[in-house]
């Protein structure tokens, strides 16, 4: 099975996505995401200039071989923007092995490991009446775990809440937006939130929220022994990754949980943080961490101590990211919860799929591959539109401050 002809494309149905697709010697396509939010051309320069000329003629069988060819043979390693091309790569060629032996991507997994993979949606509001009311509606709507964020007084733009709070989309101007943050402000107000959302749903529903890397060490381990109450599924994010062993710090003051990841792109931005114990969730995504392949290797060590997979889930990742997503979080032992915000209907029309919602859980489908297409024609009504997220600097003097 001879790769024949791969294609780049850009779209922009409700925000921008980057798609690759691979065909091969005997009519077969396979779908790969290679979206990175707000330097999404980056990555599709990176394909079309320097990753296709080397595919084709490949025999699209060997994906361990073709991802150790493009890891080790670049010799400029990781890197969000080489390790996301390698990631769209590599599901296409997932897709196409399951195509091939036509059967679910899961199945070639190894099989289910559980009837449906848990889910946590986005209820943001402005303030914490409107939060509690976004929960409340989550939780009609089936969810049994939810994500709170809510704004805080005295603050004009915070991160996690959007102008609509069923879809949020942080890539929001064509030059970066600027939030303002406040440490204090913060810290006074999120206990709140957690006190007020937890008495309104009660104990059975997953409560989560993300610090979005804007904490010390220190003061994240306060919050996390304030928010203790209130039993949290996970705190995500509480101060930023690049030191790990900031983390210990966090862990020695408070057993709430710790989830991390998002931004990692291999094992290595993980490995002590696992072999240490110091987060109880790896948030590493498919489309970010080099594929089905390499994102197999971090769950298979974080297994090894007892540290569950929580994958990113946000919009900025494609349908075809979702349904592969799903597929994995169905087959690996140590799954804990998938991030699932919902995308537009314009975008769900542009890539059509089998994995459904019902009940607080998806399923990825059991259509063969990963279950997800993609409408080229109606693609090419969208063109691609410059979008950047937004920065954040302190409120009383506008320091920049982490996002």
């Avoid at 769950?299 to 799903?326: E, I, K, N, W």
């Avoid at 919602?357 to 063109?383: N, S």
Wanted: hydrophobic fraction near 40%; proline fraction near 5%.
């Amino acid at each position: 099975m001879k790769i024949t002809e791969a294609e780049v494309f850009v779209c922009c149905p409700g925000r921008n996505f980057v798609t690759l697709r691979l065909r091969t010697d005997d009519g077969l396509t396979g779908l790969g995401d290679a979206t990175l939010n707000g330097r999404e051309l980056a990555v599709a320069s990176y394909l079309k200039d320097h990753v296709i000329p080397c595919l084709i003629g490949r025999d699209a069988h060997r994906i361990e071989d073709t991802w150790q060819y493009l890891y080790r043979g670049a010799y400029w390693r990781r890197g969000p923007v080489t390790m996301t091309a390698i990631a769209a790569v590599d599901v296409a060629l997932w897709d196409l092995k399951a195509k091939a032996a036509r059967m679910p991507l899961y199945q070639l997994l190894g099989g289910a490991c559980r009837s449906g993979v848990l889910v946590y949606g986005h209820a943001n509001g402005r303030d914490l009446a409107h939060t509690v009311e976004e929960v409340l509606r989550y939780k009609e709507m089936g969810y049994r775990a939810i994500r709170a964020q809510s704004g805080i007084p005295g603050l004009n733009k915070v991160y996690g809440v959007s102008k609509d709070a069923l879809f949020y989309e942080p890539a929001d101007a064509a030059l970066p937006s600027e939030h303002d943050w406040d440490t204090g402000k913060y810290l006074r107000h999120t206990p709140q939130l957690f006190a007020r959302v937890r008495e309104a749903v009660g104990p059975d529903i997953h409560l989560l929220h993300d610090v979005h890397h804007r904490l010390t060490p220190i003061e994240a381990a306060r919050l996390g022994k304030d928010l203790e109450p209130f039993r949290l599924f996970w705190m995500e994010d509480p101060t930023p990754a690049e030191n790990q062993d900031a983390f210990r710090l966090i862990r020695q003051h408070t057993v709430t949980p710790l989830a991390v990841g998002e931004v990692f792109n291999t094992i290595w931005d993980c490995k002590r943080l696992i072999e240490e114990q110091l987060i109880d969730y790896i948030r590493a995504t498919v489309v970010h961490a080099g594929g089905i392949t390499h994102l197999r290797r971090i769950a298979d060590f974080a297994a090894l101590h007892q540290v569950r997979t929580g994958c990113h889930g946000a919009t900025d990742l494609s349908p075809v990211t979702m349904g592969a997503a799903l597929h994995f979080g169905l087959a690996v032992p140590n799954f804990g919860i998938q991030e699932y915000m919902r995308h537009t209907e314009e975008t769900d029309a542009v890539f059509p799929h089998a994995y459904r919602f019902a009940d607080g859980f998806l399923h990825p489908g059991e259509a063969i591959g990963h279950g997800v297409d993609f409408d080229e024609t109606l693609a090419a009504k969208y063109p691609y539109r410059r979008a950047y997220l937004p920065v954040n600097r302190l409120a009383h003097d506008g320091t920049l401050w982490d996002w």
